[in-house]
């Protein structure tokens, strides 16, 4: 039978002992201040958790792989403030013991109204040249369909299925009004946001785990999306210089800052308002995620290791 706890209901167990399904996304063997340990991450279509296995853990490790589903009986524990699982006895799961989509987490938003978003923007790029390499791009449905499933990120913001489309269309968002207070060209920047983060397609490998593809750690998805982009560009006779030059920059400049893995700095007002716009976004949201994965009485968040520091949860 399958037995499965949701992860983002394990805080009503708190002390009990549970025997559940989840999604190993990460196994790692640490050195604790005494003993080694097993740590896991355990993911399930609601969130993820961490579990630490503390016997014949060497063992449990040869069992089963990252990306596999497992069994586990833990106790739900609540260590500083963080709810986890100390697991006692865990098993690899074979495939027919459970359906795979109770693991995948995916946008709470539905993919039918993030394309509908999506497509409303392009839908509102005057620029002629511009909507024509809009629309070649994300008119191929076998490729949008693939931008459509696409997570933004392996563990920051946006870490699941049509969590891409929906960075997106937050930026795209942000980008809009802000045509609004600052000289921008609207349709460039427009433009930018929705062909930003385009390389993350070809970086990460999805559904049921997470992971970098072999192309994205080497190269990254600045300079695949700007690679993507140059090659679409090209079948369009005659597409202008200077409008690839502007797309180009903003997708290689959208990172920021050198030390944040951007090839450029942003050298132009789109660029730079491009890059704002995306760092509010995935910031905003990664701490959002962090804040909803918090028990409710906690104080603190979990600690947000890109960021060097815990967030306080408001409780006016
Ligand atoms: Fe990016
Ligand atoms: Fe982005």
Known sequence: ???????????EHLGEEIVSFYLVTSKEIRQGKNDRYLYLRLQDHSGSINGYVWKDFQKAAEEFSEGDVIKIKAIVNNYKDQVQLNVSQLRYADKSEYNIEHFISTSSKPPEFLAEQFFSFIDKVENLWINKLLHLIFDDKEFFCLFLNAPAAKSWH????HGLIEHTVNVATLCDSICTIYPVHRDLIIAGALLHDVGKVFEYSSAPSIDFTDLGRLVGHLSLGDQFVCEKAKEIVGFPDEILLNLRHMILAHHGEYEKGSVRLPQTLEALVLHLCDNLDAQSVGVAQLLAAAPEDAVWT???????????LTKI
Request: aromatic content about 20%; charged content about 35%; overall charge positive.
């Open 1 to 11: 039978m399958f037995e499965h706890i949701k992860i983002s209901d394990l805080k």
């Open 158 to 161: 946006h870490n699941y299925r």
């Open 302 to 312: 979990e600690y947000d290791k890109l960021n060097n520091r815990y967030y306080h």
